[in-house]
């Protein structure tokens, strides 16, 4: 934690991360204890039939997953040849829909977790205020252009990761995060940006050093499409969730509260393949889902979604 900084300051001013925090904690309760993770990002939501955003993260324990590597090989070799980028808009051809399974089912030996963030996109700012981008650009300074809109979908951004961070990781652990070609990272004063304000950012939350940091997009892959397979589960998963909320989000039951019941029929048949394995309970990959929602006008709700209903 910064000095100074108590958790009632961090309540007053995001009153939706302590809840997030308690939701983080009751899914991974002990820190990975390898020397590095593994952070990948992905996002989704932003056509205009869905009300929502998805922000989706795998966070990986390096040292202890050490079979995922061969696997991914092994599954590169025989299910997707001429080196196939898999993500959910191109699910679309036999054989990426051949080796979706396969390809998630080898996510299974990492040693981590996956959480997709489903946010109301009335929720304007989270992690922002109207005045922060200018304060920001005074105290530190900004590499790149930013208006409103995109600092603070970049804060948001960095917020998750960091409050992510400070329920998995242990004192002196490397970590290295790969996020997807996104508008926050578009060239390399905002990816410069991001980095700074990632730093500062998980001061309030992490409460050890850290060791080193390294942060790029899937651009960095050095062919072999190794950070992009990695960075493919956060986006198969953010894309699924992505058509599952939009069709939740349009049942009559869904702002009064109501069991949040699935309508198979209605939604794609590749989202409900993503969907019924990360539904799957695994003693090495744990999976979390928070919805962050309007309760009314004025207040809003954060929970644990549980699909397994």
């Known amino acids: 934690m910064i000095p100074g900084v108590t958790n009632d300051d961090l309540r007053l001013a995001f009153p939706w991360s302590a809840r997030f925090l ?18 990948g990002s992905d996002y989704s939501g932003e056509h205009r039939r869905s009300d929502y955003r998805v922000y989706s993260f795998l966070l990986a324990d390096a040292d202890h997953s050490p079979n995922y590597p061969e696997l991914r090989r092994q599954l590169r070799s025989e299910l997707l040849p001429n080196g196939r980028r898999m993500s959910y808009k191109n699910l679309n051809d036999r054989i990426r829909q051949r080796a979706l399974i396969p390809f998630l089912n080898i996510t299974d030996s990492f040693t981590g977790l996956c959480c997709a963030i489903v946010v109301h996109k009335s929720l304007e700012r989270m992690s922002t205020s109207p005045s922060s981008l200018s304060l920001w650009q005074k105290l530190n300074g900004l590499e790149a252009r930013w208006n409103l809109p995109a600092f603070e979908a970049m804060a948001r951004i960095a917020h998750f990761y960091c409050l992510l961070l400070s329920v998995v990781s242990r004192p002196q652990q490397h970590v290295t995060w790969i996020t997807d070609q996104d508008e926050i990272v578009a060239n390399d004063d905002r990816l410069t940006d991001v980095m700074n304000f990632v730093s500062k950012m998980s001061g309030l939350y992490v409460g050890h050093p850290l060791g080193e940091f390294a942060m ?3 651009q960095v892959d050095t062919g072999d499409r190794a950070f992009e397979d990695f960075v493919a589960v956060p986006d198969l998963i953010a894309g699924a969730f992505a058509d599952i909320v ?56 954060v929970q644990n979604l549980d699909l397994t209903k």
């Open 22 to 39: 308690s939701i983080l904690r009751g899914v991974v309760p002990d820190p990975f204890t390898g020397s590095h993770i593994m952070v």
């Open 216 to 218: 790029n997009s899937t």
């Open 246 to 301: 939009t069709v939740w989000s349009q049942q009559p039951h869904w702002s009064d509260g109501g069991d949040l019941t699935l309508d198979i029929e209605a939604i794609p048949a590749k989202a409900n393949e993503i969907s019924t394995w990360f539904c799957k309970k695994s003693s090495n990959l744990k999976r979390c889902t928070v919805l962050i929602d309007h309760f009314d006008e004025h207040r809003f709700v």
